[in-house]
């Protein structure tokens, strides 16, 4: 019989716990002794991190079953200016208000940029 305890929210380096036993009743009662020494260090905090992790895995592999794509899949017109402003670039007259900010903002870009040596 194996023993695998692995919990990741919350959890540090180094309190990853695995064994083997004999028979299925010493690696449960090893279990327990190693469970209650592992969970007397989480918060409600850590299991509720644990649980909103796998709710979000459950969902993402149910949408991938579906055919559907992620939200960050989905293509997006929005951007966010360098002001801060989010605006749509497929309307120009957004865009046009945010250029002069983005110009302005690359530019410093390629002046902190080191100059390329060339051979």
Known sequence: MGLDLRFLPGSEPGE????????????R?????AWKRFS???TEADYQAWRDRRDS???KYAMWKAG???PSQ????MMRCPC????????LDHT?????HITTSRANEIRRCPPVRRA
Do not use: W, Y
């Not at 990853?16 to 690696?27: E, N, Y």
């Not at 989905?74 to 017109?77: F, I, Q, V």
């Not at 801060?84 to 309307?91: I, L, V």
């Not at 046009?96 to 002069?100: D, G, K, R, T």
């Open 16 to 27: 990853f716990r695995d064994g083997t036993a004999a028979t299925f009743d010493q690696a």
């Open 29 to 33: 009662a090893d279990f327990e002794v």
């Open 40 to 42: 007397a260090n989480r």
């Open 57 to 59: 895995t459950a969902r």
């Open 68 to 70: 559907e794509l992620l």
């Open 74 to 77: 989905k293509p997006d017109s």
């Open 84 to 91: 801060g402003e989010r605006f749509d670039s497929h309307r």
């Open 96 to 100: 046009l208000i945010h250029v002069p």
